[in-house]
């Protein structure tokens, strides 16, 4: 295969390219530029969510009045997070399996997911262990008046550590409740290469690389059907977030990649057609966050461990229609939508992770410090005026002194993939893979996958 794509190659060099067809699987997408905006933008989302939701003493968010409804939307976010890890994590074993290229290295894959959210995620849980004690409580806040709960167990605090503490609960992950959304992307990257391996021998017969696409589609949406239907009559958070159940969120990226090889070529050679596609994709994400809203709507649950039936289908088109308009404006411009692609936004979503991981507690340190009986819009103004600057702040240190270090040892665990095709627009190396010096193999016709991309917040 690798001989084929060479000569492939070879031929495109020296024929002219603007009187061939494209390929299927040409001109795919190597860094999306867009990512780093879209994670930015999730990242707020949930943190001004998290803000609304603790400076409020109800259940229902019965002190925002007619806002209730909007500040209740902002989960939403999450519902991107888990999309854009969909479509980074799964997309090179979704390649390799349609192009019938190398598969990725799992053993590699492993070390790369552990880098990413292992270092940075066990420096912050033992300082908010710390912090809070094994009540998870350091002073009354208006959704625990009386400032006290009871002590967790030894394996309660343990579970933090080892991605399990949706099933185990206790007080001690009061602070850092968020990372039940970890706990997913554990088991999402450990369960990952096993369901590929699957694909690859039950879809290993068919022949033809756009049959495998239509295939790996088929299989791929019927699973996120599968884990939508499973959801109805479980109101238990554990089973709602478990791998089977939260699965759908997934889903829109991972098809995302699975439909990229099939609509790149066309796209790439046909740019207006692509702006306007990208244009009714971001109508469909207001249509999917009006729908989600408004059918069996109850504002105190999240679109994505609380979301069933219909509602849990609209979380996931809302997602998957956002990724796809950045993915499809991309592939016919060969670039970002300026809103998602300058400094200030990229420099918080290089840092969405730390920002996710901490916010929550720096959250109730404000409440703290104010006091929990200081009123709904003070606590609201107080944690954003004082709350978001700590919390970039403590960010950019995790970013420059824990993860930034680890990250750089990574190592290349997805391989190569073809160039743009014939009548494709030229494709700068931002667009397509990192400067590197290991980017792409000389002569050889092949653009190496870079580096994985930042698939958590």
């Excluded at 550590?161 to 997913?184: D, E, I, M, R």
């Excluded at 996710?356 to 006091?371: A, D, K, M, P, S």
């Excluded at 003070?378 to 403590?394: D, E, F, K, S």
């Amino acid at each position: 295969m690798w001989q084929a794509c060479e000569r492939m190659a070879d031929d495109t060099a020296t024929d002219d390219r603007a009187g061939q067809q494209p390929a299927l699987g040409d001109g795919l997408i190597g860094v999306l530029l867009g990512g780093d905006g879209l994670r930015a933008i999730a990242a707020l989302m949930i943190f001004f969510g998290h803000v609304f939701v603790n400076a409020d003493p109800g259940q229902a968010f019965e002190n925002y009045g007619w806002a209730k409804e909007l500040v209740g939307r902002l989960d939403l976010g999450l519902g991107l997070f888990f999309a854009l890890s969909g479509y980074f994590i799964a997309r090179p074993f979704v390649r390799s399996y349609i192009l019938d290229t190398k598969r990725p290295s799992v053993r590699r894959f492993g070390r790369n997911r552990a880098l990413r959210i292992v270092p940075a995620f066990y420096v912050v849980a033992a300082i908010v262990v710390l912090r809070f004690g094994l009540d998870g409580a350091i002073s009354p806040t208006p959704d625990n008046p009386s400032g006290s709960a009871p002590r967790s167990e030894w394996w309660q605090v343990l579970s933090i550590f080892t991605f399990t503490q949706s099933y185990t609960g206790g007080s001690v992950t009061l602070p850092y409740g968020q990372a039940w959304s970890l706990n997913a992307e554990a088991a999402f990257y450990l369960l990952l290469p096993v369901a590929a391996l699957v694909g690859y021998r039950l879809g290993g017969r068919i022949a033809a690389p756009r049959a495998r696409a239509y295939a790996a589609l088929a299989a791929i949406g019927g699973a996120g059907l599968v884990s939508i239907y499973l959801r109805q009559g479980s109101d238990d958070f554990a089973v709602l977030t478990s791998p089977p159940f939260i699965l759908y969120a997934f889903v829109p990226g991972i098809m995302l990649a699975a439909a990229e090889p099939l609509v790149a070529p066309r796209l790439r050679a046909n740019p207006k057609e692509a702006k306007r596609l990208a244009y009714a994709l971001a109508a469909v994400t207001g249509l999917a966050w009006a729908l989600y809203a408004n059918w069996d709507y109850a504002v105190e649950t999240t679109a994505l461990h609380g979301a069933l039936g219909r509602r849990a289908l609209m979380a996931a088109v809302c997602a998957g229609a956002a990724l796809a308009a950045v993915l499809v404006w991309q592939l016919g411009t060969d670039r970002a939508p300026r809103w998602l692609d300058n400094r200030p936004i990229k420099y918080l979503g290089a840092r969405s992770y730390a920002i996710y991981l901490i916010h929550v507690w720096i959250l109730f340190e404000v409440v703290n410090l104010v006091g929990a009986d200081a009123g709904t819009t003070t606590l609201v103004i107080a944690m954003i005026t004082i709350g978001l600057p700590a919390i970039v702040g403590l960010s950019a240190l995790s970013w420059r002194f824990v993860e930034q270090p680890f990250l750089d040892r990574r190592v290349r665990w997805a391989f190569g993939e073809r160039r743009p095709g014939p009548g494709a627009p030229a494709v700068t190396a931002s667009a397509t893979a990192p400067a590197a010096p290991d980017a792409t193999a000389a002569g050889s016709g092949i653009v190496r996958e870079a580096p994985p991309e930042r698939a958590l917040p």
